[in-house]
C-alpha cells in the first residue's frame, strides 16, 4: 500500500472583499491589483470566527469525503501561522470538536508551504506503518493579521481552510514523489512583526519563480514520470504570475492548472487544499491522473508532491 488522497474538504467565509473594497481602505486600484496579481476578490472572516472554527468545519468535510467517522483518525496535522492562541494548537481545539479521541494533535509551522509539508510528514508515518488514517488540514485567518493601511499586503490575503484524510491506497496510486526544502537566510522577506505580517514583495516573488518550477519539476523526475505525464497542476494560489512560471515549466495548457487565486486570492496554506477540491468538483480531477501540488512560503520554505488520484 501506498499513502495517498481518500477524502478532501473546504470552508471559505462568505463574507466578500473585493478590490472595489480596497480601493476605498487604502491607496490602490482594481486595475493595479488584477494585473499584478491576478486578484479579483477574497474571503474574509468575521471577527466571531477564529482559525479553529474554519479548521473545523474543513476537516468535517473531508471525514465525510472519505467515509470515516473522527475516532478512525489516527493523526491530526494543522498547518497554520494564525492559531487561535499562541497554545494550545489549533489541532488540539479541533481534535477535541471533532470527537477524534484517538488522534495524536499538532500543528506545523511552514507558511503557505505547510499544507504540502502535512502530507509528506503523513506519509512518513504511514509508510513506516505507525498511523493509518491522518488527517491533513491548511487553514488561515490572515485578515487578523493584516495591516491593512499597508497596500502591498492588504490587497494579497485572505481567509479559508481546506482539509485531506491521507490513508493508505493502491500501490500504484497516492504520493509517489516528494520535494521539500528550507531557506532561513530568506527569513527577513516574509515575517510577521508584532501584529502585522510584512512582506519584500520582489525578493519573495524572485524565490518563487525559480523554485516553484524547480520543485514541480524533481518531482517529476523522482517519480519516474515525464512532463508530458502530469495531468494537472495544483500550485499555490499566490500570485497568477508565479503561478504561471511554474505551468509553463511543465510544458501544461492553461486549462491544466487550478487557479483560484481570482476568488479568493492568497490563503496562504489553504490555498493549495482549495484548490484540489474545487478542481475535483469541477471534473478537472479524475481518478488515475498524476498531479504535482507544489507550494512556497515564508522561512523561506517550499515543497512539492506528485501524486497518483485515487484510492
Same mark, same amino acid.
Not at 70 to 91: C, E, N, Q, R
Not at 212 to 238: C, R, T
Not at 299 to 311: E, I, N, Q, S
Given at each position: 500500500m501506498?499513502a495517498?488522497?481518500i477524502?478532501?474538504?473546504r470552508y471559505?467565509?462568505e463574507r466578500v472583499?473585493?478590490n472595489?473594497?480596497?480601493?476605498k481602505?487604502v491607496?490602490t *486600484?482594481d486595475?493595479w491589483i488584477?494585473?499584478r496579481t491576478?486578484i479579483e476578490e477574497r474571503?474574509i472572516?468575521?471577527?466571531?470566527m477564529d482559525?479553529?472554527h ?7 468535510e473531508?471525514l ?6 473522527? *475516532?478512525?483518525?489516527?493523526?491530526i496535522?494543522v ?7 499562541g497554545?494550545p494548537s ?6 477535541e ?8 494533535a ?7 508551504a505547510g499544507f504540502?509539508?502535512?502530507?509528506i ?7 513506516t506503518?505507525?498511523y493509518?488514517?491522518v488527517?491533513?488540514i491548511?487553514v488561515?485567518?490572515?485578515s487578523?493579521?493584516?495591516d ?8 494579497l490575503f485572505?481567509?479559508?481552510a ?5 490513508a493508505p491506497v493502491d500501490d500504484?496510486?497516492?504520493i509517489l *514523489?516528494f520535494?521539500m526544502?528550507s531557506d532561513?537566510s530568506?527569513?527577513k ?6 501584529d502585522h505580517?510584512?512582506?519584500?514583495g520582489?525578493?519573495v ?5 525559480r523554485q ?10 523522482k517519480?519516474?514520470l515525464?512532463k508530458?505525464?502530469v495531468?494537472?497542476l495544483?500550485?499555490h494560489?499566490a500570485?497568477?504570475r508565479?503561478?504561471?512560471?511554474a ?6 495548457p ?5 487557479s483560484?487565486v481570482a476568488k479568493y486570492g492568497n ?8 484548490a484540489?477540491?474545487?478542481?475535483r468538483?469541477?471534473?478537472k480531477?479524475?481518478d488515475g ?7 512556497f512560503?515564508g522561512g ?10 485515487g484510492?
Amino acid at each position: 500500500m501506498n499513502a495517498g488522497v481518500i477524502g478532501i474538504g473546504r470552508y471559505v467565509p462568505e463574507r466578500v472583499m473585493t478590490n472595489a473594497d480596497l480601493e476605498k481602505m487604502v491607496d490602490t *486600484s482594481d486595475e493595479w491589483i488584477r494585473t499584478r496579481t491576478g486578484i479579483e476578490e477574497r474571503r474574509i472572516a468575521e471577527n466571531d470566527m477564529d482559525t479553529s472554527h474554519m479548521a473545523e468545519r474543513a476537516g468535517k468535510e473531508a471525514l465525510r469525503d472519505a467515509g470515516l467517522d473522527a *475516532s478512525d483518525i489516527d493523526l491530526i496535522l494543522v498547518a497554520t501561522v494564525t492559531g487561535d492562541y499562541g497554545f494550545p494548537s489549533v489541532a488540539c481545539l479541533i481534535q477535541e470538536r471533532l470527537g477524534a479521541t484517538n488522534a495524536v494533535a499538532m500543528d506545523i509551522s511552514a507558511a503557505c508551504a505547510g499544507f504540502i509539508y502535512g502530507m509528506i510528514t503523513a506519509k512518513q508515518y504511514i509508510d513506516t506503518d505507525t498511523y493509518k488514517n491522518v488527517l491533513v488540514i491548511g487553514v488561515e485567518k490572515l485578515s487578523k493579521i493584516t495591516d491593512w493601511e499597508d497596500r502591498n499586503t492588504a490587497v494579497l490575503f485572505g481567509d479559508g481552510a481546506g482539509a485531506a484524510v491521507i490513508a493508505p491506497v493502491d500501490d500504484d496510486k497516492g504520493i509517489l *514523489s516528494f520535494d521539500m526544502g528550507s531557506d532561513g537566510s530568506g527569513a527577513k522577506y516574509l515575517y510577521q512583526n508584532g501584529d502585522h505580517l510584512y512582506m519584500n514583495g520582489r525578493e519573495v516573488f524572485k524565490f518563487a519563480v525559480r523554485q516553484m518550477p524547480e520543485s514541480s519539476m524533481k518531482v517529476v523526475e523522482k517519480a519516474g514520470l515525464k512532463k508530458e505525464d502530469v495531468d494537472f497542476l495544483i500550485p499555490h494560489q499566490a500570485n497568477i504570475r508565479i503561478m504561471e512560471a511554474a505551468r509553463e515549466r511543465l510544458g501544461l495548457p492553461q486549462e491544466k492548472m487550478a487557479s483560484t487565486v481570482a476568488k479568493y486570492g492568497n490563503t496562504s496554506s489553504s490555498s493549495i487544499p482549495i484548490a484540489l477540491v474545487e478542481a475535483r468538483e469541477s471534473g478537472k480531477v479524475k481518478d488515475g491522473d498524476v498531479l504535482v501540488l507544489v507550494g512556497f512560503g515564508g522561512g523561506l520554505t517550499w515543497g512539492a508532491v506528485a501524486l497518483r488520484w485515487g484510492k
